[in-house]
Nanobody, 120 residues
Framework: QVQLVESGGGLVQAGGSLRLSCTASVKISGIATVGWYRQPPGKQRELVASIGRVGNTNYADSVKGRFTISRDNAKNTVYLQMDSLKPEETAVYYC??????????????WGQGTQVTVSS
């Protein structure tokens, strides 16, 4: 029964930076994949970046070279460092935890989200 808490959102000017944090109620080493998603106003939710147990990472093409996902196992926290932010990246950013070794033990949890607003 994983609970995820996001923080670090806020208002930033275009070209600025923010670091988002996602803290889990369980050891993140037990979570198969932690991902960051975002949902701009009036649009669908999309994957931004994800990180697996062994540290493998995946990024949306639009954020490669600007965003970095990382993990601190001691703090049960996953970070998303966002640099050179663009106004179109204004969105609610959500943390997601997925995994499970079988169909009956699979899980898919979401945090409440944190608002990121990039002004022009």
């Amino acid at each position: 029964q994983v609970q995820l808490v996001e923080s670090g959102g806020g208002l930033v000017q275009a070209g600025g930076s923010l670091r988002l944090s996602c803290t889990a109620s369980v050891k993140i080493s037990g979570i198969a994949t932690v991902g960051w998603y975002r949902q701009p106003p009036g649009k669908q939710r999309e994957l931004v970046a994800s990180i697996g147990r062994v540290g493998n990472t995946n990024y949306a093409d639009s954020v490669k070279g600007r965003f970095t996902i990382s993990r601190d196992n001691a703090k049960n926290t996953v970070y998303l460092q966002m640099d050179s932010l663009k106004p179109e990246e204004t969105a609610v950013y959500y943390c997601n935890a997925r995994g499970g070794a079988s169909v009956f033990s699979m899980y898919d949890y979401w945090g409440q989200g944190t608002q990121v607003t990039v002004s022009s």
